[in-house]
């Protein structure tokens, strides 16, 4: 079965602090990996997109992936209480199978 | 530009009556998506639409659950005898090709069976 694991948290970091998240997958043939946050309520929002091994910048958000060990994780620096929500990783095994995300929670 | 769409935005419904939920996915993006999601609980894959392919219907619960999409756009899922446990939010997401491109999601239709 494929499968993408997440902790489902919470997560507690204090603001200023750098958030990190995990996800493992169980197919080793993926090849395009995503992150997307969900506020309570409402709908995934994609935030990074990842396809090669190694690190993906964009502003706070850098996205590692590691295909041999078949992890990828997502950093949040200088997390900002407004980053609090549920991250969801998702990696394509012939449809996009999604983990069941980790909340996080950011305290001022 | 428009990102997807859904409507109704909130839908309260009657055991036993058929429910018709509407997606407008962003133009130009050939693949469609629908997932459910019930309250904290993840993203549940439904069926999904690539051009003119036939559509990948493995993630629909039973056959009272039926998609179409019409014009390779707009796509209409219906639930017929809707059950108490068909209760959920029901998200479309729709991409420029198959499942290696970033799906971007509508804001999702709420369906509550009373």
């Known amino acids: 079965q494929k499968e993408v694991e997440q902790n489902s948290g919470p997560l507690s970091v204090p603001e200023g602090a750098i958030a990190s998240l995990n996800c493992t997958y169980s197919?080793?043939?993926?090849?395009?990996f995503f992150w997307y946050r969900q506020y309570s309520g409402k709908s995934p929002e994609l935030i990074m997109s990842i396809y090669s091994n190694g690190d993906k910048e964009d502003g706070r958000f850098t996205a590692q992936l590691n295909k041999a060990s078949q992890y990828v994780s997502l950093l949040i620096r200088d997390s900002q209480p407004s980053d609090s929500a549920t991250y969801l990783c998702?990696?394509?095994?012939?449809?996009?199978?999604f983990g069941t995300g980790t909340r996080l929670l950011v305290s001022p | 530009g428009a990102g997807v769409s859904q409507s109704p935005s909130n839908k309260v419904t009657e055991k036993g009556k058929d429910v018709e939920l509407r997606c407008d996915p962003i133009s130009g993006h050939t693949a469609l998506y629908w997932y459910r999601q019930s309250l904290g609980q993840g993203l549940e894959f439904l069926i999904y639409f690539q051009g003119n392919s036939a559509p990948d219907k493995s993630g629909l619960p039973s056959d009272r659950f039926s998609a179409e999409r019409t014009g390779g756009s707009v796509s209409t899922l219906t639930i017929q005898r809707t059950q108490q446990e068909d209760s959920a939010v029901y998200l479309c997401?729709?991409?420029?090709?198959?499942?290696?491109?970033?799906?971007?999601f509508g804001p999702g239709t709420r369906l509550t069976v009373t």
């Open positions: 197919d080793r043939g993926s090849q395009s």
């Open positions: 998702a990696v394509s095994m012939g449809k996009l199978v």
């Open positions: 997401a729709s991409s420029l090709g198959g499942t290696a491109y970033e799906q971007y």
